[in-house]
């Protein structure tokens, strides 16, 4: 048998209603916000990534799908969103629209990771983009919209954790700053930080045995300029008097190159080792730094497959069927006596349908009395039977059934009670 690759998986029927649901919720909050759908390419050259996710990104470093095509062209399966949202700005010049300019994207992604419980390697992220203002209001609003969204389906036990990151340059300084703690203090580190001193500082601060040499060393956030400072004051503000509450963490470090000021996370208790619900946050400079002009921007995406987990189930009721129709041939009948009585249940479904009911016609030739069982499993609210003899209407409610002067009459019974 040939399976679907590993990491991969099927959006069953049984799962679309809460896609639904939750596309449903992202269009009402995102839309009522002011921000309009947008859908990139699946692919895009690898170079936008590269350039826009940072070469010493884990995404761009080991986890791009990425090929060549018969032209010669390195493209890339896109690994996230944002970059491509901001290459499509600058291509459309959507800088000469009002600003900001707000746009959401549900889309699936794709990252070569280990699968497991709520890790892909495709996944599938609603997102939101603003683009064109600096304002820690925009950032603050942007956090607001995530947790009201998360709110809205169901997501428990969540918790936000926010930090900010300063410019490039306030980060440089600090890697710098902490790498000489760090090797001032090798004798009381574990050897997984001592061996990546200079290719990831930061990271000693997620290491387990490093805790005590990390509680006293330098942190980020109290090297930011005054500017940067302010800027996390307002965003930190705001977000109180919004009454949503908050982690700050001097450590946050997010998985892609292009933050700068406001970073955030949403975890969820409800996850397991894979907690991150959705996150985001400041990145003035990535549009210039793919071509465009100079452009502040700000943004999150949030993990379907992980709000759909971090929300648990939930019952998924079936689409309603207000009519199901049942030619009764019986086995004995002429084959022209098939299809004469085939064609007028298949016309009655079509007319139902065109109605605007929802109509299922029964095509594997069921028995009456296995017709009432499938009408019993499927939920119908009621079953035509059409026969040699004329069409009869069951109530599976009542149980009630009657026989009518026409097929038709069918669909006029069905709408009347549809209606009242
Ligand atoms: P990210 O943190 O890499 O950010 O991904 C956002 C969310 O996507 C994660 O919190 C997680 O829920 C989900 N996710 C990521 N990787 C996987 C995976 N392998 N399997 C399942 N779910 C996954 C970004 O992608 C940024 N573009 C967010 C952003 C938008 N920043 C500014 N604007």
Redesign the pocket.
């Known amino acids: 048998m040939i399976e679907a690759p590993k990491g991969t998986y099927d959006v069953l029927p049984d799962e679309q209603q809460r896609r639904a649901q939750l596309e449903r919720q992202a269009h009402r909050i995102l839309g009522g916000a002011g921000y309009r759908r947008i859908e990139t390419p699946v692919f895009e050259a690898t170079e936008l990534f590269s350039r826009g996710v940072g070469e010493s990104s884990d ?1 761009v470093q080991k986890e791009m799908y990425t090929f060549t095509d018969a032209g010669g062209r390195s493209l890339t399966l896109r690994p ?3 970059a491509s949202v901001a290459r499509a700005y600058i291509e459309h010049g959507m800088h000469k629209q009002a600003s900001p300019v707000k746009l959401w994207y549900l889309s699936s ?1 794709f ?1 070569a ?1 280990a699968p497991q419980k ?4 495709q ?1 599938w ?1 609603v ?1 939101a ?1 603003l683009i064109g203002t600096p304002e820690p209001e925009a950032d603050a609003e942007l956090i607001i919209l995530q947790a009201e969204l998360l709110e809205a389906m169901g997501v428990a036990h969540t918790q936000l954790n926010l930090g900010s990151l300063g410019t490039p340059e306030t980060r440089a300084e600090y890697r710098e700053e902490l790498a000489a703690y760090l090797r001032a203090h090798v004798d009381d580190l574990p050897k997984e930080v001592t061996a990546r001193i200079d290719i990831n500082p930061l990271r000693a601060f997620d290491v387990r045995g490093a805790e005590q040499v990390m509680a006293n060393a330098p942190k980020l956030i109290d090297r930011l300029n005054a500017e940067d400072k302010e800027h996390f004051e307002i965003v930190k503000h705001l977000l109180d008097s919004a009454g949503l509450k908050y982690h700050l963490d001097p450590t946050l470090v ?3 190159d292009y933050y700068t000021r406001t970073v955030f ?1 949403f975890s969820s208790e409800a996850l397991g080792a ?1 907690s ?6 400041r ?1 003035d400079g990535l549009i210039e730094q793919i071509g465009g002009k100079p452009t502040p921007a ?6 379907i ?2 709000i759909l987990l971090a929300a648990g189930a939930q019952p998924t009721a079936t689409e309603p069927v207000d009519i199901y129709v049942v030619a009764v041939t019986g086995n004995q009948a002429p084959p022209e006596r098939h299809l004469e009585i085939g064609t007028t249940a298949f016309e009655l479904a079509s007319e139902a349908r065109r109605a605007g009911l929802s109509a299922q016609l029964e095509l594997t030739r069921r028995s009456v009395k296995a017709a009432l069982k499938h009408a019993d499993r499927i939920a119908a609210r009621y079953v035509a039977l059409v026969t040699n003899e004329g069409t009869s209407l069951k109530d599976m409610d009542s149980g009630e059934q009657r026989e009518l002067a026409s097929p038709a009459d069918a669909v006029a019974e069905v709408l009347r009670t549809h209606r009242s």
């Open positions: 995404i996230e969103g944002t992604f990252r990771e709520g890790r892909q390697r996944f992220q997102g983009e997010r998985g892609l996370e894979q991150g619900v959705g996150g985001g946050g990145y700000s943004g999150w995406a949030a993990g497959e992980r």
